[in-house]
């Protein structure tokens, strides 16, 4: 099929509260995850999504999101106000995602209470004793670090129940935190980003539809340029910046300098019909900031761009409608860090397929997942396999950014059914493994 070259909608919407909650007895300082658990998702229901370019958008808050590994940490903890929820509390990860998640998974005390809360473990990995690595011990998902001593060339981790000392060296180091091993807490701000996203309906296509150059998009002055946390999730802003941050055409201020003005370089969605039929093309755009900047008005943006398989529910008669991602692009700011301006458009780093082009399998898991979705994580094993996937195949070593797209792109099946689903994504061959 001919695909587009545009990228993906990268991270979870995302409240941007960094205060620590202090509500009905549940401790400063977060929470952390004490084995690994599933959250389901916090992102609001999005009919106008659900009903054009990816089902399940419409009931987007009954998603198991993602996976969380032992030792993530939740912030901003309080109790849930949802219907049939009195045990699940919402909160923020360390990595800036949104989740609802039951309240029995989660440590009783506070994480910044811990006499080790420098550096959490979230994988079993062989670590070094000494900077030499003469000899190794195993580290433990869950277990947490003091930081015995830091420079430009080792990291000294020690916990002194245990009396284990590890020692890294700084690129070494390095390489585990970017696939989701490690995560260092102290010297940062958590949660990390502070994410809003919104979905670019202008230029989204429902399934064999074309959106063509015309008519332009506009948007006020003022409302462009107002902070993208006051951007309602289907205001036409996210549709203008999507043209910038894909390179869809372009955009300008017009001669009254009273308008934003989007124009389209061709129609969006001529070609991308698939051998089983038409597709739709749903565009996400994310604005998001790191917790360290100090210019707290200052975002920079990224987002994901889907093709996604359109299917008759009956092969006889009734409209198609989006099923699964066939592919999925995530156009992001890998290399540049810190305040500076962006230039669009973003380079797109194609994401990895956790199916290999074996679309046989996504027809299976849609017995169990009724909504659109590109990937299915069902055991710890399979989001560790993945975390590393996207690392490896698009050079983004940002693992913030990494969990976000994957609680973004995922819908993990429910408990009962969830180790046929992994059986299933097992048997797709997971990059390669067969």
């Known amino acids: ?12 919407s995302i409240s941007t509260a960094l205060a620590q909650d202090t509500t009905r007895g549940i401790p ?10 599933f959250a ?19 009931k987007e808050e009954n998603r198991i999101a993602t996976f969380l ?48 809360a420098d550096v959490v473990t979230h994988s079993t990995y062989l670590g070094c004793r000494d900077l030499a690595c003469t000899s190794e011990a195993e580290v433990g998902i869950g277990w947490s670090f003091q930081i015995k001593e830091a420079d430009n060339d080792k990291l000294v981790l020690f916990n002194p129940q245990s009396e284990l000392q590890i020692v890294h060296t700084k690129e070494r180091f390095d390489w585990h ?14 949660p990390r980003l502070i994410v809003h996203d919104g979905y670019a309906s202008e230029v989204s296509t429902g399934c064999g539809l074309v959106r063509s150059v015309l008519p332009d998009i506009s948007v006020v002055k003022e409302e462009y340029e107002a902070k993208p946390s006051e951007w309602d999730v289907n205001s036409v802003n996210w549709s203008l910046k999507a043209i910038e941050v894909f390179g869809l055409g372009e955009v300008t201020l017009n001669a009254d300098q009273t308008e934003y003005v989007g124009t389209l370089a061709s129609d969006i969605g001529i070609g991308t019909e698939s051998e089983d039929g038409p597709v739709a093309l749903d565009f996400t755009v ?24 359109c299917r008759r529910e009956n092969p006889s008669f009734g409209r198609p409608l989006p099923r699964y991602v066939e592919n999925a692009y995530l156009h992001f700011d890998a290399t540049t860090d810190g305040e500076v301006p962006q230039d669009f458009p973003l380079v797109g780093y194609e994401l990895p397929d956790q ?31 993945l975390f590393e996937a996207i690392v490896e195949k698009t050079a983004i070593s940002y693992p913030s950014a990494v969990a976000n797209v994957i609680a973004r792109l995922n819908a993990s099946c429910a408990q009962s059914s969830r180790r046929e689903c992994a059986a299933i994504v097992d048997r797709a061959g997971t990059f390669g493994n067969d």
């Open 1 to 12: 099929m001919k695909c587009i070259g545009y990228s993906f909608a990268i991270f979870c």
């Open 28 to 37: 400063d300082g977060g929470r952390w995850v004490v084995g690994g658990t």
């Open 40 to 58: 389901l998702s916090d992102i609001g229901n999005n009919e106008l999504r659900g009903g054009k370019s990816y089902s399940g958008a419409e």
């Open 69 to 116: 590994p032992g030792m993530t940490i939740i912030y901003n903890l309080e109790p849930s106000t949802a219907p049939g929820r009195a045990a699940f509390l919402e909160g923020t990860t360390h990595h800036g995602i949104r989740i609802t998640v039951l309240e029995d998974d989660l440590s009783i005390g506070a994480f910044g209470d811990r006499d080790t």
């Open 177 to 190: 935190e970017a696939r989701g091993y490690t995560t260092q807490v102290k010297d940062r701000i958590h």
């Open 286 to 309: 994310v604005a998001y900031r790191d917790s360290n900047w100090k210019n707290e008005e200052f975002y920079k943006f990224g987002g994901l761009a889907q093709t996604v398989t």
């Open 355 to 385: 199916f290999e082009g074996r679309k046989e399998h996504q027809d299976e898991l849609r017995a169990f997942l009724p909504r659109a979705f590109y990937y299915s994580v069902n055991n710890a094993r399979q989001y560790q396999e």
